[in-house]
């Protein structure tokens, strides 16, 4: 069946340290892939998407994710992090023709001072 | 702001009862999703919506019903109400509905069943 995983829920890093957020998928067929954040008290905004063209995607506010077929994964990473990016991030897989997506749990990250 | 709007933005009601949530997508967007979110249950899909028809169906249950309406908005009705629907429930919109499309997510009404 078909599923995403996100591994770790919480997930705290200091300011200025590597933000890595976990996004592994299941699936025999080539997916699309698509990382959301969420702030308090909003609704979901797309941060990026890969789309089968470059596998390196760079996305809003300083994030990048890497699609790596041979991992099954597509996890997200900001080189610094701000305090702007405290915000619970969901990982997305759709395939074409299925019209579905599938969001994984969701991985709320802490920023501390 | 997504440009997808919702309303209402809160609801409280009591079990048994039906409520309807409304959502208007984004100018030009033909697809229209709807979500449940719950601590529980995570981010769940519900059902897809594609210039007026039914395209994709998610874990929607059978007291859920939803249409998606000529002037596009659509409406997601929940009857016999259960402690359990408490959830926030977010409908997001989309070009075309297909695999690689974006989806814009509105603000989201929180129903809270008492």
């Known amino acids: 069946a078909q599923s995403v995983t996100q591994l770790g829920s919480h997930v705290s890093v200091s300011e200025g340290a590597l933000v890595l957020l976990r996004c592994n998928y299941s699936s025999s067929v080539p997916p699309y892939l698509f990382w959301y954040v969420q702030y308090p008290n909003q609704g979901l905004q797309l941060l990026l998407k890969y789309t089968s063209a470059a596998t390196l995607v760079k996305g809003i506010n300083g994030f990048e994710a890497e699609f790596k077929k041979s991992e099954t994964s597509f996890h997200l990473t900001k080189p610094s992090a701000h305090m702007s990016d405290a915000a619970e991030y969901f990982c997305?897989?759709?395939?074409?023709?299925?019209?579905?997506?599938?969001f994984g749990t969701g991985t709320r990250l802490k920023v501390l001072a | 702001d997504s440009g997808v709007t919702q309303t209402p933005k809160h609801l409280i009601t009591a079990t048994g009862q039906r409520v309807t949530l409304r959502c208007s997508p984004r100018?030009?967007?033909?697809?229209v999703y709807w979500y449940q979110q719950s601590l529980d249950q995570g981010l769940q899909f519900l059902i897809q919506?594609?210039?007026?028809?039914?395209?994709a169906k998610g874990n929607i249950l059978e007291r859920f019903s939803a249409q998606q309406f000529p002037d596009l908005h659509s409406e997601l009705n929940l009857s016999s109400l259960e402690l359990g629907d408490s959830a926030l429930y977010f409908c997001?919109?989309?070009?075309?509905?297909?695999?690689?499309?974006?989806?814009?997510f509105g603000p989201g009404t929180r129903l809270t069943v008492l």
């Open positions: 100018s030009g967007d033909l697809s």
């Open positions: 997001a919109s989309s070009v075309d509905g297909n695999g690689a499309d974006t989806q814009y």
């Open positions: 919506y594609y210039n007026g028809e039914e395209r």
């Open positions: 997305a897989v759709s395939y074409s023709g299925t019209y579905k997506y599938i």
